[in-house]
């Protein structure tokens, strides 16, 4: 290693992915100016097939800081926890391959970890490339889709109890144990459920932002919503206490669709139907017209059509997650086939 780069680094960025070759080049290129330069960035592969193990060596040879490491088992706890057994810093910080960060990002959550809390975070920023992506980030923002999910959209300084990308003391990662690998979805909330347990808080400053990505299809949000609600019945078992309201919402509005399209004979039943139906798709439509104002008129369809893409398949997927429970199924892992080793993490 160059003596331009101690080897012992303050901060140890760490950066888990899979087949990022379209967005890894740009993410690097954001953590390397950086005006913390007493780094290590550790890229954690899960053994891409495209051309991402090459574009981050080809980094690497122009910036010494930048190491590839390997990731054999190809989800994100697993990426997490080898670059923690290999982290030199005192602080860790996580960014994931089809991110990117400003230049003082880690400069400001590392003077937040300075304060003494267990993990720091900003706001996540969904970044659409498509219209419909474009609507699909709009519809993350909103309170409508992702309820009390503060890094989404809070405006203020607060202490919460789940940060994205988060960032630690590595020594307090190390003392919990690191992340859980039964858990490839909502690994990160559970993760900052035992950082909690230990006394130690989190704070979210939503003027730290990270610009994330996100899904750029109604049918790949789909899945990825699918996946979270049914991760969450998972650390719900192993944290009861994390459950809060909006985690039950989605289920129980499930539930209903499922009950108002069954053939019942009761008196009133059509009436409910109709208020259900009614009032459900008077919120949404209120609520996908004001997030969508940044899009054309005739667009903005689209960001009700992905808030209750948003409900439905959180809540599918929260009945499916209840069904591996019963039927000792619980502990498969669940496989992002659109975006593997990255981008698994939410509370919502």
């Given at each position: 290693m160059s003596d331009q780069y101690p080897a012992s680094p303050l901060v140890s960025i760490i950066i888990p992915c899979r087949n990022e070759e379209d967005s890894i080049a740009e993410c690097l290129d954001s953590?390397?100016?950086?005006?913390?330069?007493?780094?290590?960035?550790?890229v954690v592969d899960g053994r891409s097939t495209d051309t991402t193990r090459d574009i981050v060596l080809a980094k690497g040879e122009i910036d010494q800081r930048i190491q590839l490491l390997d990731n054999p088992k190809g989800i994100v706890p697993s990426a997490l926890n080898v670059a923690l057994d290999k982290a030199?810093?005192?602080?860790?910080?996580?960014?994931?391959?089809?991110?990117?960060?400003?230049?003082?990002y880690v400069e400001r959550l590392v003077a937040l970890l300075e304060t003494g809390v267990g993990g720091a975070g900003g706001r996540k920023t969904g970044v659409g490339k498509t219209i419909t992506g474009k609507a699909i980030a709009l519809a993350m923002s909103?309170?409508?889709?992702?309820?009390?999910s503060a890094y989404h959209h809070a405006d203020t300084v607060q202490y919460v109890d789940h940060i994205p990308f988060g960032a630690y003391p590595v020594e307090?990662?190390?003392?919990?144990?690191?992340?859980?690998?039964?858990?490839?979805?909502?690994?990160?909330?559970?993760?900052?459920?035992?950082?909690?347990?230990?006394?130690?808080?989190?704070?979210?400053?939503?003027?730290?932002?990270?610009?994330?990505?996100?899904?750029?299809?109604?049918?790949a949000l789909a899945r990825q919503y699918h996946r979270y609600g049914r991760g969450k019945t998972r650390v719900m078992r192993i944290h009861p206490k994390s459950t809060k309201l909006r985690h039950l919402v989605a289920p129980a509005f499930v539930l209903a669709l499922a009950a108002a399209v069954m053939p019942w004979r009761w008196k009133y039943v059509a009436?409910?139907?109709?208020?259900?139906?009614g009032s459900y798709a008077a919120v949404v439509s209120s609520?996908?017209?004001?997030?969508?104002?940044?899009?054309?008129?005739?667009?903005?369809?689209?960001?009700?059509?992905?808030?209750?893409?948003?409900?439905v398949a959180w809540g599918l997927g929260f009945w499916h997650g209840v069904y591996d429970l019963v039927s000792g199924q619980q502990d498969r892992?669940?496989?992002?086939?659109?975006?593997?080793?990255?981008?698994?993490?939410?509370?919502?």
């Open positions: 953590i390397t100016s950086q005006t913390v330069t007493d780094t290590e960035i550790l030199k810093g005192k602080w860790l910080v996580r960014v994931d391959a089809h991110c990117t960060i400003a230049d003082d909103s309170k409508a889709g992702v309820g009390g307090l990662a190390r003392q919990v144990g690191g992340w859980n690998e039964r858990l490839s979805v909502n690994q990160d909330f559970e993760f900052d459920q035992r950082i909690r347990a230990e006394g130690r808080e989190l704070i979210l400053d939503p003027s730290i932002v990270i610009d994330w990505e996100n899904r750029q299809s109604f049918e009436a409910a139907r109709g208020l259900l139906a609520a996908g017209w004001a997030a969508g104002k940044p899009l054309p008129i005739h667009h903005r369809w689209r960001v009700a059509a992905s808030l209750v893409i948003m409900h892992v669940i496989v992002d086939a659109d975006r593997l080793g990255a981008d698994l993490t939410s509370d919502a």
